[in-house]
């Protein structure tokens, strides 16, 4: 059975469970990605891993992009770098010939075009994951319809039980499931860690703010949690233990 199936019988709650960044290095390769996207693609595996390495080190996540449905490969694709930040969501975007430009390719917002405009990405990444395929590219098109040239497949986001996942830029917004769809509706305010897995979250709300207590831990029967999975593991969880209105 599909990961993204068994987690759906199982009940897998989705709270907390995609990875954080502050930011995000995109790069175009059409064509097939293999499991290891930066360094088993089309792409020179030697520069897939400085560009990872040096994204890692300034708080950003790569991923590889190209566009949804069968087109013949650009002469030259696109790159963008993604700030996630609050109140800071811009891209920046440029355009690239050969792999070994992206080795120089500043990371700080001071090349490319500046654009705030909001875009798309699916996650269609079969090799990492059959889910992200399946499921994930039937989304990609209908996207596409409905908001064309602003929708890119890419390459593995996380929560692979959950495809098809969807990554709203440049505010950096995982959906799996539909949540609420304002940005601005829960804003984060701080975080307190109260030891044994347990944490207070200040979330600004109208009329008032919000303190939500969660406790991490682990759900339902252990699984195959990725289709790739050799051995089985029970499902992070995160309950919600309390939420109260403060001024």
Do not use: K
């Not at 075009?113 to 039937?138: K, M």
């Not at 030891?195 to 831990?217: D, E, F, K, M, N």
């Amino acid at each position: 059975m599909r990961c993204a199936v068994a987690a759906g019988l199982r009940g897998d709650p989705m709270t907390g469970s995609a990875a954080p960044a502050a930011g995000f290095l995109l790069v175009e390769q059409p064509g097939g990605w293999g499991r290891q996207a930066l360094t088993s693609s089309r792409l020179d595996p030697g520069v897939g891993a400085v560009l990872s390495a040096r994204a890692i080190a300034v708080g950003l996540r790569v991923l590889l992009i190209r566009r949804p449905g069968r087109h013949p490969a650009p002469v030259r694709r696109s790159w963008a770098v993604v700030s996630a930040r609050p109140g800071r969501e811009v891209t920046w975007w440029g355009e690239f010939g050969a792999d070994e430009e992206l080795r120089a390719l500043p990371l700080d917002g001071s090349a490319g075009t500046s654009s705030p405009e909001p875009f798309y990405l699916v996650c269609t990444h079969g090799r990492h994951d059959q889910c992200c395929a399946i499921e994930g590219r039937p989304v990609a098109e209908a996207l596409h319809r409905l908001r064309p040239g602003s929708v890119w497949e890419c390459s593995h986001v996380g929560g692979d039980r959950f495809a098809a996942n969807v990554v709203a830029m440049p505010h950096g917004v995982y959906y799996g499931r539909v949540g609420e769809a304002r940005l601005e509706a829960l804003a984060p305010a701080g975080v307190l860690h109260l030891g044994a897995g347990r944490w207070q979250v200040r979330l600004r709300a109208s009329p008032h703010h919000l303190i939500v207590t969660v406790q991490a831990g682990t759900a339902g029967e252990p699984g195959l949690l990725t289709c790739h999975a050799r051995h089985e593991a029970h499902p992070p969880a995160f309950e919600v233990l309390e939420v109260r209105e403060v001024s």
